[in-house]
C-alpha cells in the first residue's frame, strides 16, 4: 500500500487548483518513477500522463517535456523507449513554442537511446498521425519531428515520410507551410541520403507561396542545399532561386537576400556575385524601404570583397551622399559604421578623395547614434587616411558624446578614447582628454563608471608605467576627497586595475596613505571595498604587508558586520 502513496500525491497534485503544484508534482516524475518501478511506469505512469495532462497549462506541459527525455531508463531502457512516444505525440498538440522546443529535445534524447528499427512501425504511425490530423500545431511540429527521425527508418519508411513532408508543404494552413520551409533545411543537410528530386520540388513550391514568410526561410534552404551540392547544381538549381528571391515584391524576401549575400558570393563564386547579385545591392541601397537600406549599408563592407574597386567608386560612391542624409538615424549610422571596410577596401587616395570628406560631415550629424557609427569605423579608416587627417574633427564628437544623455552612447564613448589613446601623443592625450575619462569614472550610471575602469586599464596598458604614474594616478586619488561615496569607492577601483602599473614608491607614498583614510570612511560601502581592494592588489604590494595587515585589523573591529567579514576573510587570505 506505501508504494502507491507516491502515486496517490502525484494525481493528488496534478489535479490541484494550484499550478505551483502541478508544475512541482511533475518535475518530480523520475522520483514517482523511481519508487514505482520500470513496469509500472511503463503501465501506470505514461497512459496517467498522456490521459490527464493533455489539456494542462503550458508551464505544467513544459516540465513534463522537459522530464520526459530523461525517461527512458525509468520505463526500462532501449527495448522499452517506445513506450514514451505517446507523450511525444501528445505535447505535440500544444500550441506553445516553448513546450514545442522542449518536446523536440525531449524526442532528440528518446530517439538516441531507442532501437528505431524495431520501433520504426511506432514511429511511422506516429508521424502520420501528426501530419494527417486536424491539428495545425501538430502538424507544425510535425515538421521539425521528420528530420530528426528520418535516417533512422528503412527506405520505404522514408519515402512515405517525405510525401507527408510534401502535404504539409501545401497545407491550408499558412502556419504549417511556414513551419515546413523554416525546417526543409534540415532535411536538405541530409542529402545526398534524402531524394534531392522531391526536396527540390518542394523548394519550387514555397518559391510560389503567396504568404511572404514562406518565401523567406527558402533563402537559408537554399543556401543549405548549395552547401551540399556541386558547382554545377548550385549554378543550374540554387541559383535561379536566389535570384528570383533577389527581386521579390516583399521586401522582408529582399532584406533576407541582402543580408546573405556574402555568403552567397562565397558560395556561388566572386564572378557570379559581382555580375549577378551586385545590381541588385545597388537597388538595395537605394531602395524605399529604410529596413533594406540599412541591411544594405550594414553588409556593405564585406559584400564589396566580391567586386572590384573601380565598380565600388563608379556605383557605391556616388549613393553614399545621399544615404549619409538618409532621414533615418540608423540608416546613417549603418553607413558611419561602413566607412573602416570600404576604405580598406579603395585605398588611401580614394578614400581621401571620396570618402573623408563624406566621413567628415557625419561626425557633426545631429544623432549621437551616427557619430558613435563613425567612431566605430575609426581605428580602420585611420589605418588607411593616417589619424592625423580626422583627429582635430573626431576630438569634439568624443567630448560631445562623453556628455551624451543617453548612458549607452557614454558607455561607448569609453571605448573610443582608447582608440584615441593609440594615436595621440602622450602629452596630447593627457592635456585633451583626461578630464573626460575623470567624467565618465565618476558617471552617474554604474555601467558607465564601470566601463570608464575598464577603459582606465587600457590606458595603462597602452601608455605604460611612467604615463600612467604620472598621468591617471593624481585623476583616480583625486577622487578620494569628493563628497559623493560612489566617487570615492571610484578611486578604489580605479586602484584595482591600474596598481599593476605603479612603482613601489608610488604605492607607499600615494596608495597606502589613501586606503588608510578610506578605511575610516563614513560610509560603509567605500570601507568594505577598501577591503576588497587590498585582497585584489595584494600581489603587487607583498612587500607592504604589515602595513596592510594593520588596516585590515581595525577594520575587522568595524561596527558594520559585512565590512568586518570582509576585513577578517582578506587577513585570513593574506596570511595562508
Known amino acids: ?216 526561410y527558402l533563402i537559408e534552404d537554399l543556401l543549405t542545399f548549395a552547401r551540399a551540392s556541386n558547382a554545377q547544381k548550385q549554378q543550374a538549381v540554387a541559383l535561379p532561386f536566389l535570384r528570383g528571391l533577389a527581386e521579390d515584391p516583399s521586401w522582408r524576401i529582399r532584406y533576407g537576400i541582402c543580408d546573405k549575400l556574402s555568403e552567397i558570393g562565397s558560395m556561388l563564386g566572386k564572378d557570379t556575385a559581382r555580375r549577378i547579385f551586385f545590381p541588385y545591392f545597388i537597388k538595395y541601397l537605394q531602395d524605399g524601404e529604410a529596413e533594406l537600406r540599412n541591411i544594405a549599408c550594414l553588409r556593405m563592407g564585406k559584400f564589396v570583397a566580391f567586386l572590384e574597386v573601380e565598380d565600388v567608386l563608379q556605383k557605391i560612391i556616388p549613393l553614399l551622399k545621399a544615404l549619409s542624409l538618409d532621414p533615418l538615424n540608423y540608416v546613417r549610422s549603418a553607413l558611419a559604421g561602413a ?109 558607465v563608471r564601470d566601463a570608464a575602469i575598464k577603459c582606465l586599464r587600457n590606458l595603462a596598458e597602452i601608455k605604460g608605467s611612467i604615463w600612467t604614474e604620472r598621468n591617471l594616478l593624481p585623476l583616480v586619488l583625486s577622487q578620494q576627497v569628493k563628497t559623493n561615496y560612489l566617487h570615492r569607492m571610484s578611486t578604489l577601483f580605479g586602484l584595482s586595475v591600474i596598481i599593476a602599473y605603479l612603482s613601489s614608491d608610488a604605492i607607499t607614498k600615494q596608495v597606502i596613505p589613501v586606503l588608510q583614510v578610506l578605511a575610516r570612511d563614513q560610509v560603509a560601502n567605500v570601507r568594505m571595498n577598501v577591503g576588497k581592494t587590498i585582497a585584489s592588489c595584494f600581489n603587487f604590494m607583498r612587500d607592504k604587508s604589515e602595513v596592510l595587515s594593520k588596516i585590515l585589523s581595525g577594520m575587522a573591529s568595524d561596527p558594520d558586520v559585512d565590512v568586518a567579514q570582509v576585513a577578517r576573510d582578506t587577513l585570513e587570505a593574506l596570511s595562508s
Not at 496517490?8 to 499550478?19: D, F, G, R, T
Open 1 to 216: 500500500m506505501a508504494e502507491q502513496i507516491p502515486v496517490a500525491v502525484l494525481i493528488e497534485e496534478l489535479k490541484s487548483e494550484n499550478i505551483k503544484k502541478r508544475v512541482n508534482s511533475v518535475r518530480q516524475l523520475s522520483t514517482i518513477a523511481g519508487a514505482l518501478g520500470k513496469d509500472r511506469t511503463r503501465t501506470e505512469l505514461v497512459p496517467f500522463l498522456v490521459s490527464e495532462l493533455v489539456e494542462d497549462e503550458d508551464e505544467v506541459l513544459a516540465a513534463l517535456a522537459d522530464s520526459i527525455g530523461d525517461f527512458v531508463d525509468l520505463v526500462g531502457g532501449p527495448a522499452y523507449a517506445v513506450s514514451l512516444l505517446p507523450v511525444i505525440e501528445s505535447l505535440c498538440y500544444n500550441e506553445d513554442t516553448v513546450v514545442r522546443d522542449k518536446t523536440i529535445e525531449a524526442l532528440k534524447k528518446i530517439l538516441a537511446r531507442l532501437e528505431a528499427r524495431r520501433a520504426e512501425a511506432q514511429i511511422q504511425a506516429m508521424v502520420k498521425k501528426l501530419c494527417t490530423g486536424e491539428s495545425y500545431t501538430a502538424k507544425s511540429a510535425a515538421t521539425y519531428i521528420i528530420p530528426i527521425v528520418y535516417q533512422s527508418l528503412s527506405p520505404s519508411a522514408q519515402a512515405e515520410t517525405i510525401t507527408l513532408y510534401g502535404l504539409l508543404g501545401k497545407d491550408e494552413v499558412p502556419s504549417v507551410r511556414k513551419a515546413a520551409s523554416l525546417n526543409l533545411k534540415d532535411l536538405l543537410k541530409l542529402l545526398p541520403t534524402a531524394p534531392e528530386n522531391e526536396l527540390v520540388n518542394m523548394m519550387k513550391l514555397f518559391a510560389k507561396d503567396e504568404q511572404d514568410f514562406v518565401r523567406f
Open 339 to 447: 566607412f573602416g571596410g570600404l576604405a580598406a577596401f579603395i585605398g588611401k587616395k580614394s578614400s581621401n578623395d571620396h570618402l573623408l570628406p563624406i566621413y567628415l560631415t557625419m561626425l557633426r550629424d545631429e544623432s549621437p547614434e551616427v557619430r558613435v557609427g563613425c567612431l566605430a569605423s575609426l581605428e580602420e579608416l585611420s589605418r588607411v587616411v593616417g589619424m592625423e587627417v580626422i583627429s582635430q574633427s573626431l576630438l569634439p564628437t568624443l567630448v560631445d558624446l562623453v556628455v551624451d544623455k543617453s548612458f549607452r552612447i557614454r558607455v561607448a564613448a569609453c571605448d573610443f578614447v582608447c582608440v584615441f589613446a593609440k594615436t595621440l601623443s602622450d602629452d596630447e592625450f593627457a592635456s585633451k582628454l583626461s578630464k573626460f575619462v575623470v567624467d565618465l569614472i565618476n558617471d552617474r550610471i554604474f555601467a
